[in-house]
T-cell receptor, first 110, second 115 residues
Framework: KQEVTQIPAALSVPEGENLVLNCSFT??????LQWFRQDPGKGLTSLLL?????REQTSGRLNASLDKSSGRSTLYIAASQPGDSATYLC?????????FGKGTTLSVSS | GAGVSQSPRYKVAKRGQDVALRCDPI?????LFWYQQALGQGPEFLTY????????KSGLPSDRFFAERPEGSVSTLKIQRTQQEDSAVYLC?????????????FGPGTRLTVL
């Protein structure tokens, strides 16, 4: 059974720092991996989608990598800002559904 | 264009009541998904529709949960005889094609509280 783990569970950084969020999954037979952002009381906003044949995707200050063979993905956030404070969720698609980790809650202080 | 919308945003029910949660997917999206997110957890899959056909309902936790999408657009998730353990945020997502490599777009969710 696929399991997705995100480390750390929570992270606090000062504004301007570069940071990395980690995601690992137990079964490498995935179709894609998606990173989401969730603000308190809100739904999920899709940040990046990496297909199984891809190694990375970039959008603005965000860069996500995928190493399917080792079951790992990282989300790199450059020059963090207070507006980046949210919970970041990683999800893999191996069948019909997305399978999510529990998320990393990020707090960026000004 | 408009994203996925859900209503109501908040629902409080007494234990034993029936509730109905509505999802309006992005116009033209073929696939529709329901997820349940308990406090402090990631979302967990409930059920999947391709147009009006419910192709996967393996995540529905009990026979008290029922979902439909009769015309292949709007979907309703119904929970009968609600229990306290049903308290969660119910998220709906849609995608524009049938393939498994397609991005899912989520709505804001309905927060259900069962007293």
């Amino acid at each position: 059974k696929q399991e997705v783990t995100q480390i750390p569970a929570a992270l606090s950084v000062p504004e301007g720092e570069n940071l990395v969020l980690n995601c690992s999954f137990t079964d490498s037979a995935i179709y894609n991996l998606q990173w989401f952002r969730q603000d308190p009381g809100k739904g999920l906003t899709s940040l990046l989608l990496i297909q199984s044949s891809q190694r990375e995707q970039t959008s603005g200050r965000l860069n996500a990598s995928l190493d399917k063979s080792s079951g790992r993905s990282t989300l790199y956030i450059a020059a963090s800002q207070p507006g980046d404070s949210a919970t970041y969720l990683c999800a893999v698609r191996e069948g019909t559904a997305l399978i999510f980790g529990k998320g990393t809650t990020l707090s960026v202080s000004s | 264009g408009a994203g996925v919308s859900q209503s109501p945003r908040y629902k409080v029910a007494k234990r034993g009541q029936d509730v109905a949660l509505r999802c309006d997917p992005i116009s033209g999206h073929v696939s529709l998904f329901w997820y349940q997110q308990a406090l402090g957890q990631g979302p967990e899959f409930l059920t999947y529709f391709q147009n009006e056909a419910q192709l996967d309902k393996s995540g529905l936790p009990s026979d008290r949960f029922f979902a439909e999408r009769p015309e292949g657009s709007v979907s309703t998730l119904k929970i009968q005889r609600t229990q306290q353990e049903d308290s969660a945020v119910y998220l709906c997502a849609s995608s524009d094609r049938e393939g498994r490599d397609n991005e899912q777009f989520f709505g804001p969710g309905t927060r259900l509280t069962v007293l």
